[in-house]
């Protein structure tokens, strides 16, 4: 396959034949010209080419489209046809061009669905990961890469409280979409389950949403509380190193790359919101208005775990959200939390009514996204804890998600995984 191949829209049915012409480059751009109003941040490219992987350090932008995958191909080079041609459709779409061009045609479908022409860039990064079905699937190494998972992919344990539902639960490959316009996140991930027509077949998706208080500011969560304050500084590259990007311990697809773990998190707004605010600084640890630590002032104060009342008892409640989750508390454990809160409607029915009588009235909560060096003295070692014994517990429900092994960063010319499939 050539930027030359002359571009055609494969049928449903057609893909595997078809993915070269799919992915011919071409000079029209999206992002030409924003819309009246757009800000003026929504022009810049985040780089797709490099040592990592967009989407993981990246600034976080204010809206997630992710997409879980089951793979249907049979064939290896099926697999590998599908990851070239999301590859150059990404780097495409991330830089504010349509996924793929081809001659105006009114007898065929369109080489890009258009949704977002004329929308900028909005800053869209795409961040492909692997799950553990690419490697072994119902005891079948489908694809000759059994040998190939890393040590540290273990599969998630299933944690005290967990009621994760089937269908928006695993998958073999992912994409996380981020971009500070929905559309243009949504967008993105439509063109590449255009592109997977008869390779993959979508298996779950979560959208997010994360409000902008403006430069410096942390975001509060649905539950009104400041979210991501003791985050690792993605600006410090050796933080980075030590938390976040796998290295020379890891096989050498995934070096500069990052495990994923991804959460769908319900939380039971209508009990929290019935809460007295005091009540719910003891659950988190923090001060609600402020995100200060219990009994500090500012938001970056340090937590001080040991401080205690006038009675001699703890400030900060030893089943604390923040104490169970810190590194202190953790023998030094740390994760990069990506999380964006969602609102996909109500759950109560008519049948069902009045809601109030109902454990939740909404389908909302937190989509927990962590990356990490090491799942198992990351998430895992954290997590097991907290879901035993966090206050927290008794308003959140987990109900699906994943992980995933996100390889490390695509050179230009190279596809996703490249190195994984050329090691097998």
Same mark, same amino acid.
């Given at each position: 396959?050539?930027?030359?191949?002359?571009?055609?829209?494969?049928?449903?049915?057609? @893909?595997?034949?078809?993915? /070269?012409?799919? !992915?011919?480059? #071409?000079?029209?751009? &999206? *992002?030409? %010209? $924003?819309?009246?109003?757009?800000?003026?941040?929504?022009?810049?490219?985040?780089?797709?080419?490099?040592?990592?992987?967009?989407?993981?350090?990246?600034?976080?932008?204010?809206?997630?489209?992710?997409?879980?995958?089951?793979?249907?191909?049979?064939?290896?080079?099926?697999?590998?046809?599908?990851?070239?041609?999301?590859?150059?459709?990404?780097?495409?779409?991330?830089?504010?061009?349509?996924?793929?061009?081809?001659?105006?045609?009114?007898?065929?479908?369109?080489?890009?669905?258009?949704?977002?022409?004329?929308?900028?860039?909005?800053?869209?990064?795409?961040? @492909?990961?692997?799950?553990? /079905?690419?490697? !072994?699937?119902? #005891?079948?190494?489908? &694809? *000759?890469? %059994? $040998?190939?998972?890393?040590?540290?992919?273990?599969?998630?344990?299933?944690?005290?409280?967990?009621?994760?539902?089937?269908?928006?639960?695993?998958?073999?490959?992912?994409?996380?979409?981020?971009?500070?316009?929905?559309?243009?996140?949504?967008?993105?991930?439509?063109?590449?389950?255009?592109?997977?027509?008869?390779?993959?077949?979508?298996?779950?998706?979560?959208?997010?949403?994360?409000?902008?208080?403006?430069?410096?500011?942390?975001?509060?969560?649905?539950?009104?509380?400041?979210?991501?304050?003791?985050?690792?500084?993605?600006?410090?590259?050796?933080?980075?190193?030590?938390?976040?990007?796998?290295?020379?311990?890891?096989?050498?697809?995934?070096?500069? *790359?990052?495990?994923?773990?991804?959460?769908?998190?319900?939380?039971?707004?209508?009990?929290?919101?019935?809460?007295?605010?005091?009540?719910?600084?003891?659950?988190?640890?923090?001060?609600?208005?402020?995100?200060?630590?219990?009994?500090?002032?500012?938001?970056?104060?340090?937590?001080?775990?040991?401080?205690?009342?006038?009675?001699?008892?703890?400030?900060?409640?030893?089943?604390?959200?923040?104490?169970?989750?810190?590194?202190?508390?953790?023998?030094?454990?740390?994760?990069?939390?990506?999380?964006?809160?969602?609102?996909?409607?109500?759950?109560?029915?008519?049948?069902?009514?009045?809601?109030?009588?109902?454990?939740?009235?909404?389908?909302?909560?937190?989509?927990?996204?962590?990356?990490?060096?090491?799942?198992?003295?990351?998430?895992?070692?954290?997590?097991?804890?907290?879901?035993?014994?966090?206050?927290?517990?008794?308003?959140?429900?987990?109900?699906?998600?994943?992980?995933?092994?996100?390889?490390?960063?695509?050179?230009?010319?190279?596809?996703?995984?490249?190195?994984?499939?050329?090691?097998?």
């Amino acid at each position: 396959m050539t930027e030359s191949d002359n571009p055609a829209q494969p049928s449903r049915r057609r @893909f595997l034949g078809a993915t /070269g012409s799919l !992915v011919a480059l #071409g000079s029209t751009s &999206y *992002g030409s %010209a $924003a819309p009246t109003g757009t800000p003026k941040h929504n022009d810049q490219v985040e780089p797709f080419w490099g040592p990592h992987q967009a989407g993981i350090v990246t600034p976080a932008q204010r809206s997630t489209y992710f997409a879980a995958f089951d793979l249907a191909a049979t064939k290896r080079a099926d697999v590998i046809a599908m990851l070239k041609a999301w590859t150059n459709a990404a780097a495409r779409l991330t830089a504010g061009k349509p996924a793929a061009t081809a001659e105006a045609s009114a007898d065929m479908p369109g080489a890009d669905t258009a949704d977002t022409m004329g929308l900028p860039p909005s800053r869209l990064t795409v961040t @492909f990961g692997f799950g553990p /079905g690419l490697f !072994v699937k119902d #005891g079948k190494d489908r &694809y *000759g890469l %059994a $040998a190939q998972r890393p040590e540290a992919f273990v599969d998630l344990p299933r944690f005290v409280g967990d009621q994760l539902v089937a269908t928006h639960t695993g998958g073999d490959v992912s994409v996380q979409a981020c971009a500070d316009d929905p559309q243009v996140a949504f967008h993105a991930v439509r063109q590449l389950g255009r592109l997977s027509y008869d390779a993959a077949d979508l298996r779950w998706t979560q959208t997010g949403f994360m409000p902008d208080f403006g430069p410096g500011e942390r975001p509060r969560n649905l539950m009104g509380f400041k979210d991501g304050t003791n985050n690792p500084s993605i600006t410090d590259a050796a933080a980075m190193d030590k938390v976040v990007w796998v290295g020379s311990e890891g096989p050498d697809w995934m070096r500069g *790359g990052s495990y994923l773990v991804a959460r769908r998190i319900r939380i039971a707004l209508e009990h929290w919101d019935r809460m007295k605010v005091g009540f719910q600084e003891q659950t988190v640890g923090r001060h609600k208005y402020s995100g200060a630590p219990l009994g500090r002032t500012n938001e970056k104060d340090a937590l001080d775990l040991d401080a205690k009342d006038e009675d001699g008892n703890l400030l900060t409640p030893e089943n604390a959200h923040v104490r169970l989750a810190t590194a202190t508390t953790n023998d030094g454990a740390q994760i990069l939390r990506r999380p964006y809160s969602y609102n996909d409607g109500t759950n109560f029915t008519a049948e069902r009514w009045p809601p109030w009588r109902q454990a939740n009235e909404y389908d909302a909560g937190l989509f927990f996204m962590c990356y990490q060096r090491d799942p198992r003295t990351g998430f895992i070692k954290i997590f097991e804890n907290m879901s035993k014994f966090d206050m927290m517990n008794q308003f959140v429900t987990h109900v699906g998600g994943g992980m995933f092994a996100c390889p490390g960063g695509i050179a230009s010319g190279e596809y996703v995984g490249q190195r994984l499939f050329e090691t097998a």
